[in-house]
C-alpha cells in the first residue's frame, strides 16, 4: 500500500493506493508547527474513519514547505515504518527537466507534469490553482520545458484588500456577472473572471510555444470552481499531483 503526500502551503493532499486503485484521499490544513506525533494522530484517525485498517509500506512525498518534510520523514519511518522517497533532485520521474535550474522546479509541479503527460501521451499543460497558481508545460517525448507562476486566487484577493485602504476581504465565489453592482461584486468579478482570464490567455500562448497543440489539465483548490470559466481546460482532475507521485513511486521501485 503506498502514501502518497503533497505539501502545499495551504492544504496538505495525501492518499492510499493499494496496486489498483485509490483506497482513500484526504485534505487537511497545513499547520508548520504541527508535530509527527500530532500529524500521525490525525491521519490514523481519518484512516479509522474510512475503515482502512491495512498499513502502509511505502511513502512517497512532494513538498512546498521544506520545514514539514523531516517532520513527515519522520512520521512515515518511526509511526508508519514505511520507507519514505522524497521527490527531489536525484529521483527518477520519467521525464526530462529543460529549465535553467531544474533543483529549482517544485516537486508538486514535477508531479503535476508526470501526470499530465501520462494520461494525454503528448504535449501537455498542467494547471495548479493553490496558493500560486502555477502552469506547467510538457512537450514530447516527455521534456518539462517550462513553468509560469502568478499568486492564486484567495493570495490575489487577499492582496487587493491588505494594499487598498478601503476595498475589503470578500468571498471567493463565482459571480453573476462581470458588471458588479457593489464592492463585493466588483471584486468577486475582477478577481474570479480576471483569474480564469489570465490562466487561457496563458494557456493559449504557452500552447503557441509547444507548436499549436497541447492539452490541458487543471487540478488544486479552485479547479472546481474556475473550470466552468476556463475555455483552455480540457479536463479537471482534483488529485492530479496524487497521481503524479504514485508514477514517480513506480519508477524508483
Known amino acids: 500500500?503506498?502514501?502518497a503526500v503533497d505539501i502545499g502551503n495551504t492544504l496538505i493532499t495525501l492518499g492510499l493506493h493499494d496496486g489498483l486503485s485509490w483506497r482513500a484521499r484526504f485534505r487537511i490544513r497545513t499547520v508548520?508547527?504541527?508535530?509527527?506525533?500530532?500529524?500521525?494522530?490525525?491521519?490514523?484517525?481519518?484512516l479509522r474513519g474510512r475503515g482502512l485498517e491495512e498499513k502502509p509500506t511505502r511513502m512517497v512525498l512532494a513538498s512546498a514547505?521544506?520545514?514539514l518534510i523531516p517532520v513527515f520523514r519522520e512520521l512515515g519511518e518511526e509511526w508508519f515504518g514505511l520507507e519514505v522517497l522524497v521527490v527531489g533532485p536525484g529521483v527518477r520521474t520519467g521525464l526530462a527537466i529543460r529549465t535553467d535550474n531544474p533543483a529549482e522546479v517544485g516537486p508538486d509541479l514535477v508531479a503535476n507534469a508526470v501526470a499530465a503527460y501520462a494520461r494525454f501521451q503528448g504535449n501537455c499543460?498542467?494547471?495548479?490553482?493553490?496558493?500560486a497558481t502555477s502552469l506547467?508545460?510538457?512537450?514530447?517525448?516527455?521534456?518539462l520545458v517550462g513553468v509560469a507562476?502568478?499568486?492564486?486566487?484567495?493570495?490575489?484577493?487577499?492582496a487587493l484588500a491588505e494594499r487598498t485602504a478601503q476595498l475589503p476581504r470578500v468571498p471567493i465565489s463565482l459571480p453573476s456577472s462581470a458588471l458588479g453592482k457593489n464592492t463585493v461584486q466588483a471584486i468577486q468579478a475582477g478577481v474570479v473572471f480576471g483569474h480564469a482570464a489570465l490562466v487561457d490567455g496563458l494557456?493559449?500562448?504557452?500552447?503557441?510555444e509547444l507548436g499549436g497543440k497541447a492539452n490541458a489539465v487543471a487540478t488544486g483548490e479552485w479547479a472546481p470552481l474556475l473550470?466552468?470559466?476556463?475555455?483552455?481546460?480540457?479536463?479537471?482532475?482534483p488529485w492530479l499531483t496524487l497521481e503524479g507521485l504514485r508514477l514517480i513511486s513506480l519508477r524508483n521501485n
Do not use: W
Open 149 to 158: 507562476l502568478a499568486p492564486g486566487l484567495r493570495t490575489g484577493a487577499e
Open 1 to 3: 500500500m503506498l502514501m
Open 65 to 67: 514547505v521544506p520545514p
Open 125 to 131: 499543460i498542467a494547471v495548479d490553482f493553490g496558493t
Open 136 to 143: 506547467v508545460a510538457v512537450a514530447e517525448p516527455g521534456i
Open 32 to 46: 508548520v508547527d504541527k508535530t509527527a506525533d500530532e500529524y500521525a494522530t490525525l491521519i490514523l484517525a481519518l
Open 203 to 208: 494557456i493559449r500562448r504557452m500552447r503557441t
Open 227 to 237: 473550470s466552468p470559466l476556463l475555455s483552455e481546460v480540457e479536463a479537471v482532475d
